[in-house]
């Protein structure tokens, strides 16, 4: 099962992505012994179990209502191979909380939330075409093959994640990630490099990294999501490379973590963390567009006529892929701009100017399906 994220206070959560949830609904044709639904939205399916006595009969109705209420499909699917599951303990259905003791107002609260996840082979035959509706198909990485419980374990270590970070040994820190959870926390560490290239050369790997451990475990990745939204909020400790970490992991998996993109809004009030906002919410707009859509992104624009240039480069990346058509004419009075910037590519520094970043937003506006 899925281990929880940290929640606000007594407000449910979803355990795969770490977001409170609504209160689940009874079905609109209810018939006896059926409990109420909800859905996340990172497209995980709850039902309540006001009880906390019949969770055997929630997992099977939550799995159905995952299927579309498809029970052939239900009844073939694996668990871990073709859908993941987590619950919430100590749930209250009358007020829509989790409780820190058994008993609320004199009365026993003993109910459960039970969660499941499909997997994407599996939510493509249930047809469950979310994605499609709101753009492109993103290109999911295959689940993680299941790891043997009795296999002797790696242990990690700061040095060894260095090492394999420089070679961007992606298959070997995947590994070493599921034999020893320190290996997240030394990743994390590598985001305070002072060397500019070290940084987003981790910040590529981890990402990368996170996208194929949430196959399996994507209540670890949203609480590493918390620990870096959490760096950046506190004054007190280098927020170097967290902004850029999450536009990584979140851009990897909007499927999972889309929920969390509009709280880095919050960061461009600081002018020095402008530019890596603008490159995370690009990184979201890769394959999500409507994301950033759904925001109140007009702002954004503004950052165009930044008079710093790596500002305006981000800008620039972002609206092509957002396809912002309603600033094309200020983009093309930009084409002829021969400024130089040095931006990251594939974890990769790489210098290009202003002009080349312009003409590159123009084409991806028009061309169809095309992921700057």
């Not at 992505?17 to 018939?31: A, D």
């Not at 906390?52 to 799995?63: C, D, F, I, Q, R």
């Not at 997240?184 to 990368?208: I, M, N, S, T």
Request: charge should be neutral; aromatic fraction near 6%.
């Amino acid at each position: 099962m899925a281990s929880a994220a940290s929640p606000p206070p007594n407000r449910p959560w979803c355990p795969f992505c770490g977001q409170t949830v609504g209160r689940p609904q009874s079905p609109r044709q209810h018939k006896p012994g059926e409990f109420p639904v909800g859905e996340c939205s990172c497209g995980a399916v709850y039902t309540s179990d006001a009880t906390g006595h019949n969770v055997g009969s929630a997992m099977v109705e939550t799995l159905v209502n995952a299927c579309g209420g498809n029970w052939d499909l239900a009844w073939d699917l694996l668990p871990q191979e073709d859908y993941l599951t987590g619950q919430v303990d100590n749930y209250d259905e009358i007020s829509h909380q989790v409780v820190d003791t058994r008993k609320l107002d004199g009365r026993r609260v003993s109910g459960v939330l039970f969660f499941v996840r499909l997997q994407p082979e599996a939510a493509a035959l249930a047809g469950r075409q979310r994605r499609a509706a709101a753009g492109p198909l993103l290109p999911l990485p295959p689940v993680e093959p299941e790891r043997d419980p009795k296999r002797l374990r790696q242990r990690a270590d700061k040095r060894q994640v260095e090492e394999l970070v420089a070679a961007g040994a992606i298959d070997r820190l995947v590994d070493l990630v599921f034999d020893d959870p320190r290996t997240l926390r030394f990743l994390q560490r590598l985001l305070y490099a002072p060397d500019e290239a070290c940084r987003w050369r981790a910040v590529h790997v981890l990402g990368k990294v996170c996208s194929r451990l949430a196959t399996r475990q994507p209540g670890r990745v949203s609480d590493l999501l918390h620990r870096l939204f959490a760096a950046c909020s506190d004054s007190a400790s280098s927020s170097w490379g967290s902004i850029e970490a999450i536009g990584a992991i979140i851009g990897e998996r909007p499927d999972l973590y889309g929920a969390f993109a509009r709280h880095l809004l919050g960061f461009l009030k600081d002018p020095a963390a402008q530019p890596r906002v603008l490159w995370a919410l690009s990184m979201v707009a890769r394959f999500r567009p409507d994301l950033i859509r759904a925001m109140p992104f007009y702002n954004l624009f503004t950052f165009l006529g930044h008079p710093q240039p790596l500002v305006r480069a981000q800008a620039l990346q972002l609206c092509g892929r957002i396809r912002a058509l309603e600033v094309r004419s200020q983009i093309e009075a930009m084409v002829g701009d021969k400024t130089p910037v040095t931006i990251p590519e594939e974890g990769q520094l790489v210098t290009t100017d202003l002009g080349t970043l312009a003409a590159a937003a123009l084409k991806g506006m028009t061309d169809e399906g095309a992921h700057p």
